[in-house]
C-alpha cells in the first residue's frame, strides 16, 4: 500500500485544476451527492441531447480522490449514451471495489485503481459515480433529491 | 522545534512510565511508531484495564443482581465495586446518583425522553449551544417535536467561545431545561459551565452538562458544579467501549418514570400492576455491560492512582506545545481558538483536504480523526466543510508532535 499509488499525478492534477468545474448553463438534470462520513459534496449537472450525455459539469467541495474522480468521470463520459455511460459506471465501481479488475481500456480512469488499496477511501472515488447513475436512471429532468454514499 | 532539555523542563510528568502502561502505543503502524492523536474519538486502555476485564471474563462471569452462586455474587460485587468507583470519581452523594448506561449518547437520550418528555409543554423551551455535539442537539430536537417545545441555540462567537451572556439572554421563562458541553469535542472550547449553571438554576432551569469530552482532561466534582445530570463516556476515560455514566441528582432521578422496562428494573410484576426497583435499578433495564462497567471502574483506580496534576499539566504543555508548532505553518488555519482549551486542535490546510491529511499522516503512523465531528452545526459556523483533529492525552509525546508537523507539511507539499 503505498502512498503514490493512491495520490498518482493524473489524481494530483485533476485535484490542482479540477476539469468541467463550475455552473452549467441550460442544464436538463441536476443532482446532489453527499459523503456523510467526510462531508464531501458535489452537484453534478447534465445536458442531454439525442439520448447523449452533451456536456456535463459538476461543482462542490471534495477531498483530492472526489475532485479527480468526478474531474476524470466528466472528461470521460461526455460524449456517451446513456447505456455506455452507465455500463463505464460499472466498470469503474468493479476497479475500485475488485482486486481482480483490470483496468486496461480505462484511459486515465485507470489512475483510480489505487484507490482500492485504501477502504476507507472507495466512497470519496465512487459518490460522483452514483450521482451520475441517478441522474441517469431518473426518468425526468430538473433537480433530483440528492443521493448520500450512506 | 525546542531542544529535548527545555522540552523536559515544561513537564515533570513521567510520559515514558505512562506510555508503557498501554500496550497498543508500543505498535508500529505502517511500520512506523504509532503517534496516536485521536484521543478525542477514543482513548487507548492501560494494561489494569484490560487486566480487570480479562480477569472478569475468565473466572468470575455470570449474571449480576440474581442467583445466589458464587459467580452470580462475585461479578455483582465487581459491578457494583464499579460503581462505588464512579461514585468517588466525581463525587456523587450517593450511588443511587450514577447509572450505568452505554455512554453520553444514551444518557442524554435518557434524560430527553424520562425527564424532559413529561414535563415538556407545548412552547417550553430548551436551551443548548451553537458548538454541541449531534448526541447533545438531536435528543433535544426529538423531544421537542414529540412535546411541541422549542429548541433555542446560543451563540458562540468567531474563536468558538460561549459567553454567559448570551446563554443568559436566552434563559426565559418558558425554558425548562439547558445543555451544554463541558468541552466542545470539534473545537476544544472549555465552556464557562460553573457559571452557565449557575445562571439556569438561579433562574430555577434543569441543566445537563455532556461531559464526554471533559471528564479525561480535568477533574470533575458534580456537586461543586451544581448541575442536575453530568453524562459521560468510558472508552474516552480510557475505559471499555459500550459503558458510559449518568449523574443525576437523586431528587429529579426519585421523580422520574424509567426510561426501558424489563429485568433488573422492576420490584414486583404482575399483569396488573408493576412496581419498579429503586434507584439505580431503576434506569438500568435488562442485563448490563458487566465486563465494561468492571473496566471502566478499573480506568478510575488506574487514573486515580497518577499525579492527575502533573498528567493534565502535561496534556497542557502538549497543547501549547502543537499550538505553536502549527501555528507556524502559514498555510494552516487552527479552527477553534478559544481563550480556555482541553488539549485538541482543530484545523484546515490550504489545498489539502482533511480526509487526504488523514490518509497521508496514517502513512506515517499518525493517527488524527478527520471529518465534521458530529458537529456539523460548527463546521457550518466557521465555513469548512471538514477538519483535521489533533487530540492529546497523557501519554503523548512532544516527539509526536513534531512528527504531526512534519507530516501535514510533507501533504501540503504534495497536493500545492
Known amino acids: ?150 | 522545534m525546542s531542544s529535548l532539555a527545555v522540552r523536559d523542563q515544561r513537564s515533570a510528568f513521567d510520559v515514558k512510565a505512562v506510555r508503557a502502561e498501554f500496550p497498543i502505543l508500543q505498535r508500529l503502524v505502517h511500520g512506523k511508531p504509532l503517534a496516536y492523536l485521536d484521543n478525542g474519538a477514543s482513548a487507548q486502555r492501560p494494561n489494569a484495564v484490560i487486566d480487570a476485564v480479562d480477569d472478569y471474563e475468565r473466572h468470575h462471569h455470570a449474571n449480576i443482581h440474581r442467583g445466589v452462586h458464587t459467580l452470580s455474587q462475585e461479578a455483582t460485587a465487581l459491578y457494583e465495586g464499579a460503581r462505588d468507583r464512579l461514585v468517588r470519581f466525581i463525587n456523587a452523594r450517593s450511588r443511587h446518583e450514577v447509572i450505568f448506561v452505554r455512554g453520553t449518547t444514551e444518557a442524554i437520550n435518557l434524560v430527553a425522553q424520562s425527564y424532559a418528555r413529561p414535563l415538556l409543554k407545548a412552547g417550553d423551551e430548551v436551551l443548548i449551544t451553537h458548538l454541541e455535539h449531534h448526541a447533545n442537539i438531536v435528543p433535544w430536537q426529538i423531544v421537542c417535536e414529540q412535546t411541541g417545545a422549542k429548541l433555542l441555540v446560543a451563540p458562540m462567537d468567531a474563536s468558538g467561545e460561549v459567553h454567559v451572556e448570551s446563554v443568559e439572554a436566552l434563559l426565559g421563562p418558558r425554558t425548562r431545561l439547558f445543555a451544554c458541553a463541558h468541552v466542545s469535542n470539534a473545537l476544544g472550547t472549555v465552556l464557562p459551565v460553573r457559571r452557565l449553571i449557575a445562571a439556569a438554576k438561579a433562574r430555577g432551569i434543569a441543566t445537563l452538562i455532556d461531559g464526554a469530552q471533559a471528564v479525561p482532561h480535568t477533574a470533575v466534582d458534580v456537586q461543586e458544579l451544581g448541575c442536575d445530570f453530568y453524562a459521560f463516556s468510558g472508552h474516552k476515560l480510557f475505559g471499555p467501549t459500550g459503558i458510559g455514566v449518568l449523574y443525576g441528582r437523586e431528587a429529579l432521578l426519585e421523580r422520574m418514570p424509567p426510561w426501558q422496562g424489563g429485568g433488573d428494573m422492576i420490584l414486583t410484576v404482575s399483569f396488573e400492576k408493576t412496581t419498579y426497583n429503586a434507584l439505580p435499578y431503576k434506569f438500568e433495564a435488562g442485563t448490563p455491560n458487566i465486563s465494561g462497567a468492571i473496566g471502566l471502574g478499573a480506568a478510575v483506580d488506574f487514573l486515580q492512582a497518577l499525579d492527575l496534576q502533573a498528567a493534565h499539566a502535561h496534556e497542557h504543555a502538549l497543547l501549547e506545545y502543537a499550538t505553536r508548532a502549527l501555528s507556524g505553518l502559514d498555510y494552516l488555519r487552527i479552527i477553534g481558538t478559544a481563550s480556555a482549551k482541553a488539549s485538541l486542535i482543530s484545523f484546515t490546510v490550504d489545498g489539502a483536504h482533511p480526509h487526504d491529511l488523514g490518509t497521508i499522516l496514517d502513512q506515517d503512523g499518525i493517527a488524527i480523526r478527520t471529518g465534521h465531528h458530529c458537529a456539523m452545526p460548527v463546521m457550518e459556523f466557521f465555513k469548512v466543510p471538514a477538519t483535521a483533529r489533533a487530540s492529546f492525552a497523557f501519554y503523548n509525546t512532544f516527539e509526536e508532535i513534531d512528527r504531526l508537523a512534519a507530516s501535514i507539511a510533507r501533504a501540503r507539499a504534495m497536493f500545492a
Not at chain 1, 19 to 33: I, M, Y
Not at chain 1, 69 to 84: D, I, N
Request: a negative charge.
Open chain 1, 1 to 150: 500500500m503505498e502512498l503514490q499509488d493512491l495520490y498518482r499525478d493524473v489524481i494530483l492534477d485533476h485535484n490542482r485544476r479540477p476539469r468541467n468545474f463550475g455552473p452549467l448553463e441550460a442544464a436538463d438534470v441536476s443532482v446532489e451527492g453527499f459523503n456523510p462520513l467526510c462531508g464531501d459534496r458535489l452537484t453534478l449537472r447534465l445536458r442531454m441531447d439525442g439520448g447523449k450525455i452533451a456536456d456535463i459539469r459538476f461543482d462542490g467541495q471534495g477531498c483530492a480522490i472526489s475532485t479527480a474522480s468526478a474531474s476524470l468521470m466528466t472528461e470521460a463520459v461526455k460524449g456517451l449514451t446513456k447505456t455506455q455511460a452507465l455500463e463505464l459506471f460499472d466498470r469503474v465501481h468493479r476497479l475500485l471495489t475488485d482486486d481482480a479488475a483490470s483496468p486496461d481500456d480505462l484511459g486515465k480512469l485507470a489512475a483510480l485503481s489505487g484507490v482500492r488499496e485504501f477502504p476507507a477511501r472507495v466512497k470519496c472515488a465512487s459518490l460522483c459515480w452514483h450521482t451520475l447513475a441517478s441522474a441517469l436512471h431518473s426518468p425526468a429532468a430538473g433537480v433530483l433529491p440528492a443521493v448520500s454514499t450512506e
